[in-house]
């Protein structure tokens, strides 16, 4: 009994794409977009024959896989995909009883893995578009959001292909067909970059507006309402849940009042959406009539298709980086007041996808004489990494005002509660104490745990740096931590940074630390805030997180004030 591998219709598809064990230019493209999209080392373009699975598009194969194109059923974890009809998804290959027996896993390094439907225009299943990973790996619904809309992509340039090889005889057909292909892998190669709503209606606009001439391109959500064409013609899409044309003003009775601004043809098509009608439309005008091709019609159904996928990734990035900014807004809390000194704190989060991170500052009013400072970095740059950061700064919080302790104590009690509540990763910190004597004069006390040392600027113009610092946070048991103290005269300024502020490309950290003095002398003597505002701006575009916490020390003590 045969069984989906091998159903003669597939098999007939397979054959019309002319491709075999070789690599396609296209399809190249395609596994590049997964690779850089999904961040997985291997990506391939699947087709599943009765006896092989070859790779017309692959990157990231181990030799001789990457050469041969193609490898037995034995190591395929495509021909599941071909056989269920449906995408496969596995974090961890070697527990997975489907495929645990797989050859791919010891021999291709296969452990996760995301393979996702290509179909023909029957529907028939002829491989997979899929991203794999030698480490186990937990694949996030925005991943395989993605890869479902490359896998679409990739599909209807399978179909195109099939398109040309069956039109061969028609030369003019089959370059329409191929100009249809390329326009859809530009399409989806400028889809797959946007993160955002703009970024994508940006790149489809304009390769409308280039490729058929549109005087207008927009979308057009179902809550519009008015006599306008954008709204007549694409109510009318939606309704239908088709493309809907109208070539010519002239000839459509009662059409021309609506056409006010000099509009002389429409279409609009609906972008599909996930489990409900559409609710957008997809609208282009022409100042003069025009009728469109039927590869145009298709062109249009295609891109409307990619660019609702990717209005919805859009979305789902938007809201990731809405909880994101909220949450880092949460915990950065605003500077208490304190009569003794004047402070101002500033955080700008890297370039990544959460805008957050694990890098924060904290000032702590203990008594009318003395401020808890902090600086402190979780490691990681993301959700998970501000999620730390929010935990262990709960508890050093909740810790400084319990007791008044040395801040060696501090850390060492923060390292232990943290421990046994499971609070897990490193974090570099400095705790210091900064007490005002009612005399005049100013004493700091800390203690730092591998964090990147302060500097303090002194009314002479000159700077030094702290000491390093003890091992970090979470790295050692019972480490030993210790106590500094110093005298800081008034007039003196002292920043306290995260490493961010210091680290740039070809510069190593001690270099660092030179340009960051020598930027602080030059923002000074300004009052703290204008000097943080000066560190954050002669940085540029920061690879990392950066918190900056800087003091001032009047010239004149305040008085303390009295209860």
């Known amino acids: ?201 940006t790149a489809v606009t304009s390769l409308l507006t280039e490729v058929t001439g549109a005087s207008r391109v927009s979308l057009v959500p179902i809550a519009g309402t008015g006599p306008e064409p954008a709204t007549v013609i694409a109510h009318h899409a939606l309704k239908t849940g088709e493309l809907v044309e109208l070539p010519a003003v002239s000839g459509s009775p009662g059409r021309a009042d609506v056409f006010a601004a000099g509009w002389q043809a429409a279409a609009a098509v609906p972008l599909p959406e996930t489990g409900g009608r559409s609710r957008t439309a997809l609208l282009l005008t022409w100042n003069r009539p025009r009728t469109l091709s039927d590869d145009e019609r298709a062109l249009l159904t295609a891109l409307a298709g990619d660019l609702g996928h990717a209005l919805r990734r859009a979305a789902i990035l938007d809201d990731r980086r809405t909880a994101a900014a909220t949450l880092q807004l949460a915990l950065l809390t605003e500077l208490p007041k304190y009569d003794h000194v004047q402070m101002a704190a500033r955080y700008r989060p890297a370039q990544h996808a959460d805008h957050v991170g694990g890098d924060w500052y904290d000032a702590i009013v203990v008594d009318r004489n003395r401020v808890a400072l902090v600086i402190g970095d979780a490691t990681g740059h993301n959700i998970q990494a501000a999620a730390a950061m929010s935990q262990l700064r709960g508890m050093l919080r909740t810790l400084l005002v319990d007791r008044q302790e040395q801040p060696s104590a501090v850390l060492r009690r923060l390292e232990l509660t943290s421990r046994t509540l499971g609070t897990s990763g490193l974090a570099s910190l400095i705790v210091a104490y900064l007490d005002t004597h009612p005399g005049g004069g100013h004493r700091l006390t800390w203690s730092n745990a591998g964090h990147p040392p302060p500097v303090i600027a002194y009314p002479d113009g000159t700077t030094t740096v702290l000491p390093v610092g003890d091992p970090l946070i979470g790295a050692v048991r019972h480490a030993s931590r210790r106590n500094h103290t110093m005298g800081l005269p008034a007039g003196s300024t002292m920043l306290l940074y995260t490493d961010g502020l210091i680290e740039t490309r070809g510069q190593s950290i001690d270099d660092g630390i030179a340009d960051l003095r020598n930027r602080l002398i030059d923002a000074l003597p300004g009052p703290p805030d204008v000097v943080a505002d000066a560190l954050m701006t002669a940085g540029g575009t920061y690879r990392d997180d950066v918190a900056v916490l800087a003091v001032g020390l009047p010239a004149q003590v305040a008085t303390a004030p009295s209860h």
Not at 157 to 162: G, H
Request: glycine share 4%; aromatic share 4%; with cysteine.
């Open 1 to 201: 009994m045969s069984g989906p591998l091998d159903e003669p219709q597939r098999l007939t598809a397979l054959a019309r794409t002319g491709l075999d064990a070789a690599a396609d230019v296209m399809f190249d493209q395609f596994a590049t977009m997964v690779r850089a999209a999904v961040r997985v080392p291997v990506a391939l373009v699947s087709l599943v024959e009765p006896g092989r699975q070859i790779f017309p598009g692959a990157l990231g194969l181990a030799e001789p896989w990457q050469q041969t194109r193609q490898t037995p059923l034995s190591h395929s974890f495509c021909q599941h995909v071909v056989t269920d009809a449906r995408p496969l998804v596995i974090s961890d290959a070697r527990t997975d009883s489907r495929v645990k027996d797989n050859l791919a896993i010891d021999e291709l390094g296969v452990i996760a893995y995301a393979g996702m439907p290509l179909t023909d225009t029957d529907g028939n299943v002829l491989g997979s578009l899929c991203a794999i990973d030698t480490q186990p790996r937990q694949w996030a619904a925005a991943e395989l959001e993605l890869l479902t809309a490359l896998a679409a992509a990739c599909s209807e340039s399978l179909r195109l292909r099939i398109e040309t090889v069956h039109a061969r005889r028609d030369e003019r057909a089959a370059r329409a067909a191929a100009e249809r292909g390329r326009l859809l892998l530009r399409a989806s190669t400028m889809l797959s970059a946007a993160v955002t709503t703009d970024d994508a209606v």
